[in-house]
């Protein structure tokens, strides 16, 4: 098959992915026993008010009728109301979606950081304590659970040594003293383009902690894939043969041996960007960080079918694409995998 068919065919498969999540999670959520419409009216609802709702929700019709009205505004770009904020569904999701993308994105970073130089000294000290920290350290941050190793954060950053905010995602008195003008909805790049230097710090201080908590998987994920290639690359003659010429040990490592493993790891940093989409629920859960974790949670609480269908769709097709483009990376670094 040719890379172009390739690429053509796992797009259908896709559609047929997304679709078939849409699907199930609509049924699923009518079957909640829950009245939208009473939440739709308010805290004091009457049965005039709640019918009249009903009516306007599609609700009093057949749940296939129901399908059809949501797919069909699906196809125009419409997710529907929320019944808990009374927004459109859309605007929600792209406010908060840009919260999360700027935490995972973080996240990334840190473990990239981490990860590699971890994973190379690992397997260039096989078997020495440096080596057996390492292995340790990884598999404890794929075995520790997320909300376990935040609170413990918390506990030691906020409440002993009173070095970084508990929870948010900047002061809100920051923000009345230095508003920021918001360009890409990333604080962090938009306070720097503009050069709203206060707001950055604070930002960044209240970063720090949600990152590392939620960086602890795929920090773990990446040092043991990087040792583990590093491991075999360096028992390579071309390896052999340049320690005999005397280069030097940190460009053999660094520019050698480490452009032959990384490829791998670059494949597993991209399937943990999407497991941390998932994983950010927990973490923007613990840290009251305005993202699509909250957004989600808040409206599986109250019951706001809209919302969490919308938080689905948008999850499901960050994950598909994802592993889309992981696997097309794969094919093109890789010829010898077959199409």
């Known amino acids: 098959m040719r890379y172009r068919d390739y690429v053509i065919y796992r797009l259908i ?14 049924f699923i959520s009518r079957m909640i026993p829950s009245d939208p419409a009473a939440l739709w009216v308010g805290a004091h609802p009457t049965p005039e008010a709640i019918e009249k709702a009903r009516k ?22 419409d997710l529907g109301v929320s019944i808990r ?24 970073l840190l473990a990239l950081i981490v990860g590699i130089p971890l994973g190379v000294y690992s397997a260039v000290k096989k078997d ?70 206060p707001v950055f710090v604070n930002a960044l201080h209240h970063i720090i902690l949600p990152a590392l908590t939620l960086a602890m998987y795929p920090v773990g994920l990446i040092t043991r894939q990087v040792r583990s290639m590093m491991v075999e690359v360096l028992q390579e003659n071309y390896i052999k043969t340049a320690f005999a010429y005397g280069l030097p040990s940190r460009k053999i490592y660094f520019k050698y041996a480490l452009k032959n493993a990384i490829a791998p790891a670059l494949i597993t940093v991209g399937l943990s960007v999407a497991y941390t989409l998932t994983g950010a629920f927990l973490t923007e859960i613990i840290f009251n960080w305005p993202g699509l974790g909250r957004y989600a949670a808040y409206s599986i609480l109250s019951m706001d079918y809209p919302a969490v269908l919308g938080v689905t769709i948008v999850a499901a097709t960050t994950y598909v694409i994802v592993n889309l483009v992981v696997d097309l990376i794969q094919v093109y670094l890789d010829p010898r995998i077959k199409l």
């Open 13 to 26: 498969l896709a559609v047929f992915v997304i679709f078939g999540v849409i699907t199930v999670v609509f």
């Open 56 to 77: 306007e929700l599609h609700l009093d019709e057949p749940l296939l009728n129901q399908y059809l009205y949501y797919i069909s505004s699906l196809l125009n770009g």
């Open 85 to 108: 904020t009374h927004n459109p569904v859309v605007d929600d999701i792209k406010s908060a979606f840009t919260a999360t993308l700027e935490l995972i994105l973080f996240a990334e």
């Open 128 to 197: 020495s304590w440096v080596d057996n920290f390492s292995r340790i350290f990884a598999i404890s941050g794929v075995s520790l659970p997320t909300f376990w190793f935040g609170i413990i954060l918390q506990l030691a950053f906020f409440k002993y040594l009173q070095l970084l905010p508990l929870a948010g995602r900047v002061d809100s008195v920051i923000l009345l003293e230095h508003p920021l003008e918001i360009i890409t909805g990333l604080y962090l790049v938009d306070s720097l383009i503009t050069g709203n230097i």
